[in-house]
């Protein structure tokens, strides 16, 4: 199981080695809505070898058939591609087993161990392994260190690889993810941990790089120089909908800005890496993350908003407030929508502030990169009623995926610019597969590729950020939260974050 480059899905030849894939929490809502189409699609397009096996790994007693059964359900349901290509289900199925155990009880992973030992494809894959924690975050570190009890974490001089996928939440401030980084780190060593976030399994999120450092024609303008703001939104039209009690300990700084909008962030504005390879990109991303200065309590409370949804309709149904949630405290300060401006520290960025954005419950789903360029000299036109418009570059993540470039040209039999577009969207071009976020992270983690995974110090850099915003709300314990109606794009407050700037947000591109 060496190194190879990341996997391109265009090609049979992008192959794992022979492995085995252990699911913890196999019975659970991300194994049957990811993790196990993830597999599915891999196999459907020729990644998976001969040899591979998946275990799933959870407290229900199951036997194999019960369990392939459920998956193919499942399936059925959520799989991006229908329908399911039976042929493709039974070649994979007859590689799918289940084993009952206990998160907590080394014992059951003895018998994990002797489990993998056992199967028909053990004299392929030889003892290398991949371990998913699809779990709830309290177990992360219980399981790691019972594997490694049980001899299945990476050993010293081993030729086999053991390697171990975490999911979100990872921490819930600074303090527990040094804890649990320390946790996971004295089970496995730090190059065999993969830290998941699904939005950098996205195309249009690799392709930041791509854009960035591919074309002369951005590169040079991406600075103070020439660019006066950007802004970054993940909207999304859903209310919390059963998730009350995650999500009123969360909220959406922890939720959403911590993982996803940092790895955007970090992406937008780090230097060019030396090489195209995992250490060089993410030692570039935590540089930046280390040039953004901790909030005093002042300056968080002077630079971001946080609010609530109300009562109301959304998409033609009536929803409650947030307070009146599943499982959310009456009296709950969680916000569900926070927006934040940020400032980079560096020679590239000093005075370019950056403008975060994320919420429930708004008008329309989607995530977008406005990058807002410097208005030129109006000199030129000042004898006219011309008015130039601000170049604009938008990166549209999801839905339908594109570039937009926004520009002033004249208008036709008029002394006059207009502002007009170009754009590029990525599925006009019906040759190309798109796999699904979890198909392509699942695919670099068994081919050890980590690239598109975080770090343990870009994790805490980004906890740190975050922690000084927090530290000063909780310096400023008011007993209620903004509202905003179900519907709208958030409260009037956000809009005056950018207004006292001079600036506002940018509307979504039309789809």
């Known amino acids: 199981m060496s190194t190879p480059p990341a996997s391109d899905f265009t090609s049979q030849a992008t192959k794992v080695p022979p492995c085995a894939a252990v699911i913890f929490g196999a019975t659970g809502d991300l194994t049957h809505r990811k993790i196990v189409p993830a597999f599915y699609h891999l196999q459907k397009n020729g990644h998976l070898p001969e040899g591979f096996a998946i275990i799933g790994f959870a407290r229900r007693p199951k036997t194999d058939e019960e369990f392939r059964k459920d998956l193919k359900e499942a399936l059925d349901k959520f799989s991006h591609t229908k329908p399911v290509d039976n042929a493709v289900w039974d070649k994979l199925a007859k590689h799918i087993y289940y084993q009952q155990g206990d998160l907590p009880n080394p014992e059951d992973y003895k018998k994990l161990a002797e489990r993998l030992k056992s199967l028909p494809e053990a004299a392929v894959y030889q003892e290398n392994f991949l371990f998913y924690l699809a779990t709830a975050p309290n177990f992360f570190g219980v399981v790691a260190q019972n ?15 053991r390697r171990l996928i975490v999911e979100k939440p990872f921490g819930t401030d600074l303090g527990s993810a040094q804890s649990l980084n320390k946790e996971l780190q004295h089970a496995f060593p730090e190059k065999s941990i993969f830290r998941i976030d699904h939005y950098l399994g996205k195309e249009t999120v690799q392709n930041l790089l791509y854009f960035r450092f591919g074309n002369s024609i951005y590169e040079p303008l991406w600075n103070r120089n020439y660019i006066d703001h950007v802004q970054i939104t993940v909207a999304e039209t859903v209310s919390v909908e059963g998730r009350g009690g995650y999500y009123d300990e969360a909220g959406a700084a922890r939720d959403m800005v911590q993982n996803h909008m940092m790895q955007l962030f970090s992406l937008l504005a780090m230097e060019p890496p030396g090489f195209l390879d995992a250490e060089s990109i993410r030692d570039e991303k935590v540089k930046v993350l280390r ?42 300060l969680t916000e569900t929508y926070v927006a934040l401006k940020l400032e980079i520290d560096n020679w590239r960025w000093a005075g370019v502030p950056f403008y975060l954005r994320t919420g429930k419950a708004l008008a329309k789903q989607f ?34 995926e594109g570039i937009h470039l926004h520009f002033n040209t004249k208008t036709p039999s008029k002394p006059t610019l207009q502002d007009v577009g170009m754009d590029f969207l990525y599925r006009k071009d019906a040759t190309h597969y798109f796999p699904e976020a979890y198909e392509r992270l699942i695919c670099d983690a068994l081919l050890g590729e980590s690239t598109l995974f975080t770090r343990s110090d870009e994790v805490e850099q980004a906890w740190r950020i975050l922690d000084s915003f927090r530290a000063g709300w909780d310096t400023h ?6 509202l905003y109606a179900p519907g709208s794009m958030g409260p009037v407050d956000a809009d005056e974050l950018l207004r006292h700037d001079g600036r506002g947000w940018a509307p979504p591109l039309d789809d």
């Open 291 to 332: 040039s953004v200065p901790s909030a005093t309590p002042e300056h968080a409370l002077r630079n971001s908003v946080r609010a609530q949804y109300g009562g109301g309709q959304l998409n033609g149904r009536q929803i409650p407030a947030y307070r009146q949630e599943d499982r959310v405290n009456p009296n709950s």
């Open 367 to 400: 995530s977008e990169i406005t990058i807002v360029f410097l208005r030129p000299p109006r000199g030129l036109f000042a004898s006219t009623d011309c008015r130039i418009h601000r170049n604009r570059l938008r990166i549209r993540i999801q839905p339908n």
């Open 477 to 482: 314990p008011d007993d209620y939260l903004p």
């Open 147 to 161: 594997l490694a009890d049980a001899g299945l974490s990476q050993q010293p001089g081993a030729k086999h690889l």
